[in-house]
């Protein structure tokens, strides 16, 4: 039965395009890289996301503020941010109580090249991350350099990232979400971590995605 379901989706492939979330896999064809999805470049005033019903990028929210997001950003398919996720960060930094945050597993890719707009897939290569925690939310930010990038593609780990481009990454996703009048949003950057650790986070957000959508493991 397996098989059969497994020959009839290669078929399907070559007339429907795949969910950007259920039907690329997270590796890459060289072992190095991972696929990404893009959602928002550094360009645009308006943040999108993905639908996860639809499979198509939506606006989530015009960009209120004039910072921006200083990296191409997106999520890794067939991924997603729970318990193995959670207890991994919880067991890093003592805190209690952390939960995914329900999400794939963000990702941002450095690249030396203006790329003007997301809703597209690419192959970045993982060199390490930052730990968030949002109001209780374990809501990690993989960091990568686009594959073959002339400037940024042959950094191995987070120590080959000049430090002013990780405070860069850092000042974003903690002032991105707060909006004036709204009261202040508990988030942190508990840790910055490098390529192993990475590369362990999302192997757990993997597993977590097959814990939840147990079919596409079987094809």
């Not at 329900?102 to 003007?116: A, Q, R």
């Not at 009261?183 to 814990?211: C, F, H, P, T, W």
Request: charged residues 25%; aromatic residues 10%.
């Amino acid at each position: 039965m397996t098989n059969d379901i497994s020959v009839l989706l290669e078929q399907l492939k070559k007339y429907f395009k795949p969910h950007p979330w259920h039907g690329i896999p997270v590796q890459a064809e060289s072992p190095a890289f991972v696929n990404v999805f893009i959602e928002i470049v550094p360009t645009d005033t308006v943040k999108y996301e993905l639908d996860k019903a639809s499979g198509y990028l939506c606006i989530d929210r015009p960009q209120k503020f004039s910072n921006y997001v200083p990296a191409l950003y997106g999520f890794i398919p067939r991924t997603y941010c729970m318990e193995r996720v959670a207890a991994f960060a919880g067991e890093k930094t003592g805190m209690q109580n952390l939960v995914g945050d329900g999400d794939p597993l963000d990702i941002c890719v450095l690249s030396e090249k203006p790329i003007t707009h997301g809703d597209l897939l690419l192959q970045a290569k993982p060199i390490g991350g930052l730990r968030m925690i949002d109001n209780g939310e374990v809501d990690d930010k993989i960091i990568a350099v686009l594959k073959d990038d002339a400037i940024y593609g042959s950094f191995e780990d987070i120590e080959d990232c000049p430090p002013k481009i990780l405070s860069r990454l850092k000042h974003y996703f903690l002032t991105y979400k707060d909006i004036p009048g709204e009261g202040e949003r508990k988030v942190s950057i508990e840790a910055m971590y490098n390529r192993r650790e990475a590369l362990r986070i999302i192997e757990l957000a993997a597993q977590d995605y097959e814990a939840a959508f147990p079919f596409p493991r079987q094809i």
